[in-house]
């Protein structure tokens, strides 16, 4: 079957970064939006790690969304959904000072221009832990537009994370996508990759910012930067 969808990841893909230090310095600029309400930074941070387990467990029963802010409930009460208006407010504003901490390549937004020009139908297949407002804005980081993307996976509207396949099956239903027909690009070897790859899904693992936990032997894969990419894709029916 010919290909026809292309899904990319975003972090660590289409915007350079190293996931964990990105994770760390903007979780420390949220603490210090939170602080002067009476929120210890470092007690929220192991809050917010617990809410995204929570989201990364999530079974299909209710978004990401509900399930993080559960389990945010469960640990501060109440107080904490009075509160989510300024979690709201720092990713619709403070949140652009996280910027700083991406790298760029304008290659990214090429491909996936490019892409579209040849007739694929695109998608940002993003894990989506965060919300519409700031996955928005790490795609135009990345010298992209939210229209560029046919599908936009965020927290809000997704009841699945990687690395559950579901997720990728979820992404694909919402597409009207055939495994057969799909290709997942992304960074990470076993999130991308490989859990792709077990909804069916072939997958180009893109090496820029390359995760590969266990060191496994890549060399069998589709893999490289952007340039190979747009490659392989030639080679693809």
Known sequence: MSL???????DGTLLPMDNDEFTRKYFKLLAAKLAPHGYDGAQLVEAI??????????????TNEAAFW?????????????????FE????????KARAFCGFNAAAARVVRR???????????????????ATDMRIRWAGLEPEDFELVTTYEDSP?????????RYVLARLGASPEESLMTGNDLGEDVRAAGR?????FLLTDCLINRENEDISALPHGGFDELEAFLDTCP
């Open 160 to 168: 699945y994370c990687k690395p559950n396949p579901d997720y990728y």
């Open 115 to 133: 892409a579209k020009e040849r007739g694929y139908r695109v998608a940002l297949a993003t894990n989506p832990l965060f919300p519409r407002v």
């Open 70 to 86: 559960q389990r945010m409930t469960e640990i501060y009460g109440g107080k904490i959904l009075g509160d989510k208006g300024l």
């Open 89 to 96: 407010d720092f990713y619709a504003h403070d949140f652009e």
């Open 49 to 62: 790690w617990s809410g995204v387990a929570a989201m990364v467990k999530n079974d299909g029963t209710r």
């Open 199 to 203: 909804a069916g899904i072939r997958g």
């Open 4 to 10: 026809k969808y292309l899904l990319f990841d975003l």
